[in-house]
């Protein structure tokens, strides 16, 4: 057993006796702890830009784990910048949140860990704002995708190398697929349309990429369709951005999903991958027949 | 000289005459058909002051009969009365008689009570009733009881997953095939529409307890208020008529489907009467998602289903004079809908049901009355769970309750039949949706109270010819204590977050129902009546204090909404030109004003998925509802029974009222959605030595998906495309206490699809052994 399960199942046992001794309640509430690690740590100064890392653990209580929510609070708003549904019910959570320093003094970052009974655990962390800028170097590429049905270019995208695979080369790389784009009709209109390995539902990716349903590992790309769909990163402002920290900025947490439908062209749409990467796509053109193409331009913190 | 011997000799001779004077004996018969010699089931046997009937092989019993000559009268609907005699004269401690009755071929005028509150042959009433007789039942394949009213004119039954739908609705006459409150159905005369969405649980109501269907088309407010704005079905169950009776049955069929059915009951000779009925059914079911849907979703499964029900009764009845009946009833369901990500059982509905009712009754002299107490509890749970971007499970929770009382009371005085009575009904909700993948819970509670008085007339001129019918109900509403509160949202429910509310003030509406009829029926073979109705329909709870999801959007609660109301005036005819033959038809015109409809409001709401409209359900249009129902049933012989119905409807919105500036919809004649323009049904039952056979089949016509009449994604047309089924029933009996059926619905296995892609079940054949016991 890993170190970390060790120690999560000593503090189950620990607390699950703690709280036998008080022999008064039949549930048993998650315990949430951070972990320790190469973590930003309690009170550490980041400048803004620069990297937060925050490892959680947390033990189920007596029903399964189902809710992890992590919330930003700076200057007296609380953004949250996960809200993830899960079902965990043996081994405890295990989970790594990256995220980029805002410019606010002092940010309050709540992580909750709740379970079937609703009952939660919370757990927070103060993060200070240091000397400096730390944004990053970002990637920049522009390349042409095909859609389901066309066979004469790549249709899996590595967002972070910016490498794209045919169904041919695909074999081996499936773990390092972001991106994958189609057409379908939706709401009366066929819709160039964004997506992700991971995304299933009706609209699911292996509607359109049957061969995505037998991959082992299927990546998580979300993306911010309302700030795609209310034009909010300008064209210019795109075309300016040397470092991530618009890339960083122009992503809102709170309306992302792993399908981007309506991705016409001259569409801007931030992004965040699996790793925690955040970026910015532009749809250079798209076709909305199941055999075009689509034409992107992308930048991606490094 | 009187010795001892003498005195022991008298007294023991007294003795031996008393009780040979007072001795009990038992009169039993068989009651057959003079052409078929079948036995004729249900006829109606008296024996001086006895009254019984014959069983399932035409058998009756008589007990404790003293001796003496008694009249014996035997009827029953279909055959020429027989009147005899009978001699018990202590020969014999059981006396035997064989009786057969010759078939009347007349049209069967039977009796029922819906549409007056009190009985009254169809033939008298000037209006348009149905009635499915124990006979068609006993022939139609149906598996549940609101597919019987299927093969009626004008009548949609909006089931699209045959026995593995949680829902389904009956509607009649134009009005939309989805909502079930605005048709009011009555189980043995006790309404079952519950006030929280106006929905009927019909799987709560066993084929297997029912004697008949009573259908009335066309507004019965003015009797029964609320709900009865399109028309009534009353369904009215089996009674026990011998001291111990049942039946034990199994059934089987596709996808695994098995039931099965303990059927207990007996009436004593001192008026005292029981039944208790059981029912166990289950399923494994079939997937109902379209290909697209099963191909883009990994974690669907078959929709099965797993049903429990139980029936207790008891009462005392032993003349007309006086009745009392309590009922019990617990009903538990768990239906699967066809995913499952982590929960057990995957996404389900179940529905944990108790009904309680006790019911009084009689007769004195002129006076007919009647009073019923009814609690209809039910507790709904639906498990929703699925994945996207990450896994989502919430449930929804509610408790359903709906209770009243209703009176009735009829007072004949020369050609006046004076019907009135008041009725009170509450009707409550508290659900909540509670999210186990999120923070949030969403409460939402109401309470909607009914109080109804009515009174009616019906005047009977020139011996019967001419029947007048003439009533008036007015209702008043009141819902109060409405609320619809989030806790703790996050984005799963923030978008709500604005439209929350509570302690609003009560809201109060009323409604007056007049109906006029009249009949002229100069003769047994010729009928005409016309007739005008207005029926009023208030909103559901559901429609009063909840927001939340829809198709294609988000609706937002109004509890400022009105009731709707419909007009009606109709005219129709009956004509037997042949004592085989009976023709029907009828035709009527609809006005409703007020009418509910979802519409947008103009603005849009990120439901997390981006952006949807907003909709509000309002009081906005005006409808226009006309249409022609005809019927033809020609029974040859005795034991062949042949029909065809055939139904044209025209149902448009004709005022559309926008509810904002920002809303560009006209609806305004816009075909209604779900109805469709032209059906048809018809069907032969067979009886014979051999198997007795039924066969139906139905059409209906196209309708469209939506009240845009506009192409829909999913159907890939602006309307459904029409169908054709045909279903066929066998049957047989063995060795005087074994049935055995077959059951072939949709035989040439038409598949249709519902609004989300679904399929229907497709052809389902059941097989059932029954066993009698008497």
Redesign the interface.
């Known amino acids: 057993m890993k170190p970390i399960g060790q120690l999560i199942v000593m503090l189950s046992l620990a607390y699950a006796l703690g709280s036998c001794s008080n022999d008064t309640t039949d549930s048993i509430s998650p315990l949430a702890l951070f972990k320790n690690g190469d973590f930003t740590t309690e009170g550490q100064r980041i400048p803004i830009g620069g990297k937060l890392s925050f490892g959680i653990a947390a033990s189920a209580g007596s029903a399964p784990i189902t809710n992890l929510r992590i919330q930003r609070i700076a200057n007296g708003k609380v953004i949250t910048e996960l809200d993830k549904g899960v079902f965990i019910t043996t081994g405890g959570l295990d989970y790594v949140f990256n995220a980029v320093k805002s410019g606010a003094q002092e940010e309050q970052w709540r992580f909750m860990v709740m379970n079937a009974n609703r009952d939660s655990s919370i757990i927070t962390r103060t993060v200070l704002l240091g000397d400096g800028s730390a944004y990053g170097p970002i990637t920049h590429y522009t390349l042409t995708l095909g859609m389901q049905n066309n066979t004469l270019h790549p249709n899996f995208l590595d967002l972070h190398s910016g490498n794209a695979f045919s169904p041919l080369s695909i074999s081996g790389n499936e773990a390092s697929v972001d991106l994958v784009a189609f057409v379908y009709e939706t709401g009366g209109k066929l819709s160039p349309t964004l997506c992700c390995p991971a995304y299933t539902g009706s609209s699911s990716v292996t509607t359109h990429y049957p061969e995505i349903g037998t991959w082992s590992t299927r990546n998580s790309t979300l993306y911010d369709y309302y700030s795609a769909d209310w034009s909010l990163v300008k064209p210019d402002e795109f075309e300016r951005a040397e470092s991530d920290s618009l890339l960083v900025a122009s992503y809102n947490p709170q309306n992302v999903s792993g399908l981007c439908k309506y991705c016409y062209t001259n569409k801007i749409i931030p992004f965040k991958t699996e790793n925690g990467k955040y970026g910015l796509v532009k749809v250079k053109y798209a076709d909305t027949s199941k055999d075009g193409i689509i034409e992107l331009e992308v930048k991606i913190q490094q | 000289m009187i010795t001892l011997k003498k005195i022991s000799l008298t007294v023991t001779t007294l003795l031996l005459v008393s009780v040979s004077a007072f001795a009990q004996y038992k009169v039993i018969g068989t009651i057959t058909d003079t052409e078929t010699q079948a036995p004729i089931v249900g006829a109606h046997i008296s024996l001086g002051k006895s009254l019984t009937a014959t069983t399932d092989n035409g058998t009756f019993e008589i007990f404790n009969v003293g001796k003496g000559t008694y009249p014996v009268i035997v009827s029953c609907v279909g055959y020429t009365k027989y009147q005899g005699s009978v001699l018990v004269d202590g020969t014999n401690q059981v006396v035997t008689l064989s009786i057969q009755l010759n078939p009347e071929r007349q049209y069967i005028d039977e009796l029922v009570v819906s549409a007056t509150r009190k009985e009254n042959r169809i033939s008298e009433i000037p209006g348009r009733i149905e009635l499915i007789t124990p006979e068609k039942l006993a022939f139609s394949a149906a598996q549940t009881a609101d597919e019987y009213l299927a093969l009626l004119p004008g009548v949609q039954v909006s089931r699209s997953f045959g026995l593995f739908s949680h829902k389904s609705s009956v509607t009649m006459r134009g009005l939309s095939g989805n909502e079930q409150a605005r048709t009011l159905v009555l189980l043995n005369g006790i309404p079952v529409n519950k006030a929280d969405g106006g929905s009927v649980n019909w799987n709560l109501i066993s084929t297997g307890e029912i004697e008949r269907i009573e259908v009335v088309k066309g507004p019965g407010s003015a009797l029964y208020g609320g709900n009865a704005m399109g028309g009534v079905v009353n369904i009215i169950t089996q009674e026990p008529t011998k001291p111990f009776q049942g039946s034990v049955s199994i059934d089987y069929g596709t996808y695994n489907t098995q039931a099965y059915r303990a059927k207990l009951m007996g009436k004593h000779s001192n008026g005292f009467f029981w039944a208790a009925n059981g029912l166990y059914q289950k399923s494994d079911g079939y997937i109902t998602q379209s290909l697209?849907?099963r191909?883009?979703?990994?974690?669907i499964v078959k929709s099965n289903f797993d049903e429990k029900a139980i029936n207790l009764k008891s009462g005392f009845s032993k003349s007309p004079k006086f009745k009392g009946e309590v009922d019990f009833t617990y009903y538990d369901d768990v239906r699967g809908t066809g995913e499952k990500?982590?929960q057990p059982e995957g996404n389900t509905t179940e529905h944990d049901t108790y009904q309680i009712r006790a019911t009084l009754s009689g007769t004195t002299q002129n006076l007919t009355w009647s009073s019923a107490l009814f609690l209809l509890e039910e507790k709904y749970k639906r498990v929703s769970e699925?994945?996207?971007?990450?896994?989502?499970?919430y449930d929804v929770q509610s408790v359903r309750r709906d209770l009243g009382l209703m009176s009735s009371a009829s007072y004949t005085v020369k050609a006046h039949t004076l019907t009135g009575g008041f009725d009170i009904r509450q009707g409550e909700v508290d659900a909540y949706d509670?999210y186990?993948?999120?923070?949030d819970k969403v409460d939402n509670k109401g309470k909607i109270r009914f109080y109804g008085l009515y009174l009616q007339d019906e005047i009977s001129l020139f011996d019967k010819r001419v029947t007048i019918l003439a009533g008036l109900r007015y209702d008043i509403s009141q819902f109060y204590d409405g609320a619809f509160i989030i806790h703790s949202p996050?984005?799963?429910t923030s978008f709500m977050d604005q439209y929350q509310f509570s302690g609003l003030a009560d809201e109060t509406w009323s409604a007056l129902s007049p109906r006029l009829s009249a009949q002229y029926k100069p003769n047994d073979s010729f009928r005409v009546y016309a007739g005008y109705s207005r029926g009023f329909r208030p909103s559901v709870l559901d429609d009063l204090c909840r927001s939340g999801r829809v198709r294609g959007g988000f609706k937002v609660a109004n509890p400022m909404l009105k009731p709707e109301y419909l007009n009606n005036v109709e005219l129709g005819a009956d004509f037997k030109p042949t004592q085989q033959i009976k023709i029907a038809g009828t035709t009527f015109f609809s006005r409703g004003n007020d009418f509910l409809y979802y519409v947008s409001t103009g603005d849009s709401i990120?439901m997390?998925?981006?952006?949807r409209p907003i909709m509000v359900r309002a009081n906005i249009s005006d409808v226009e509802i006309y249409g022609l129902e005809s019927d033809i049933s020609y029974t040859p012989a005795r034991f062949i029974t042949l029909f065809a119905n055939y139904a044209y409807t025209s149902a448009k919105i004709k005022g559309y009222k926008p509810i904002s500036t920002t809303d560009t919809n006209n609806l305004t004649n816009k075909f209604l959605s779900d109805v469709p323009a032209h059906s048809f049904a018809a069907g032969a039952f067979v009886k014979s030595g051999i198997v007795n056979a039924g066969i139906t089949c139905k059409y209906l016509g196209q309708r469209y998906v939506n009240d845009q009449n506009a192409?829909d994604?999913i159907v890939l047309a602006a309307q459904y495309p029409s169908a054709f089924t045909v279903d066929v029933r066998l049957s047989r009996q063995f060795f005087k206490h074994v049935n055995a059926s077959v059951n072939i619905q949709n035989i040439f296995n038409e598949l249709t699809y519902d609004s989300k892609g679904a399929v229907s079940p497709g052809r389902f054949i059941t097989a059932q052994i029954q066993f009698k016991i008497d």
Do not use: C, M, Q, R
Not at chain 2, 295 to 299: C, G, I, M, R, T
Not at chain 2, 386 to 393: A, E, F, L, S, V
């Open positions: 697209a849907d191909l883009a979703n990994p974690f990500v982590y699925w994945y996207k971007d990450d896994y989502t499970w509670i186990y993948t999120s923070t996050s984005a799963e990120d997390g998925f981006g952006n192409y994604d």
